[in-house]
């Protein structure tokens, strides 16, 4: 009996064992604390979405104007700075030499340009845009194209000279690095006697100007067209002002110099082309 109690105890020692191996672990500290870290996170993203949310929905503050006080103390501050006299004349100086410098290059790109087509004095100084004295008051000018009939521009180019006007192209034919095309064209449009060759040809006091910025200034969409620019349409980028002025009107369509002049006049331009006009006529 009593070696039966024993069986019977171990038997119970050991189901009371396996019970124990079974059953799941109870809940530690750490994961308690991890899953309180974690609601914590995500409360604090809910609160930062809705407080974001809020600002987006809230107009932009605009800071208020400065009073007219300190508007004035600024206006005071600007009238009172010193002026440094060296510096301007330095800064003027500047201007004046590059000027120089442009002229000269200008000088140098047309001598060997002649050099390297065969032109003389004449011929490139047409080209360079040296021949015609600067032009006052309203000048004509045409804006043309490299696409144009040879026999047209030569057209326009004799009665242009007559009012000293401006043939305007946008561009070069062949591209804005390759000046031999342009300047074999403007030979051929510039030449009194088209059956002319050779340098000693006598050439049309025209100005001829490649101006891209005279095309976007005035919204050239086609040509010929005609606009009459007040000053001198032919001075250098770095010598134009930023918002010089341009033509009131613009006149399309592929007629002759008068009948454009003409239909200018009629758009309300009648005091820009009198003077042009006239000399037309006078001619």
């Known amino acids: 009996m009593p070696m039966l109690a024993r069986w019977a105890s171990s038997m119970l020692l050991l189901a009371g064992s396996a019970a124990a191996q079974t059953a799941p672990p109870p809940p530690t500290d ?13 409360e604090r993203l809910r609160a930062a979405t809705a407080r974001r949310k809020a600002e987006a929905g809230r107009a932009p503050a605009i800071p208020a104007p400065p009073d007219g006080a300190a508007q ?99 561009g070069m034919p062949g591209g804005m690095t390759r000046v031999a095309p342009m300047a074999k064209l ?14 000693s040809c006598e050439m049309r006091s025209v100005q001829v100007i490649v101006d891209p910025l005279v095309f976007r200034q005035h919204g050239v969409t086609r040509v ?15 010598e134009r002002d930023e918002g010089s002025p341009g033509s009131p009107h613009l006149v399309y369509g592929d007629a ?27 001619r």
């Open 224 to 238: 010929p067209a005609l606009g009459m620019v007040p000053g001198d349409p032919t001075r250098p980028y770095c």
């Open 256 to 282: 002759a110099l008068s009948g454009l002049l003409e239909e200018f006049a009629r758009l309300g331009g009648n005091l820009e082309v009198r003077d042009v006009r006239r000399h037309l006529e006078n």
């Open 186 to 199: 403007s030979a051929e449009i510039l030449r009194r006697d088209p059956d002319c060759t050779g340098p």
């Open 72 to 170: 004035r103390r600024a206006a005071d501050a600007l009238r009172r700075r010193a002026v440094s006299t060296p510096m301007e004349a330095r800064a003027r100086a500047g201007v004046t030499t590059g000027r120089e410098s442009l002229a000269a290059q200008r000088d140098a790109m047309a001598k060997r340009l002649g050099q390297a087509l065969g032109l003389e004095a004449p011929e490139m100084a047409a080209v360079a845009g040296t021949v015609a004295p600067a032009p006052s008051g309203w000048v004509p000018v045409l804006f043309v194209s490299s696409s144009m009939p040879v026999a047209t521009l030569r057209t326009y180019a004799g009665q242009l000279e007559r009012v000293g006007g401006v043939l305007a192209f946008r």
């Open 30 to 42: 750490a994961r308690t604390r991890v899953s309180e870290a974690g609601d914590a996170a995500m």
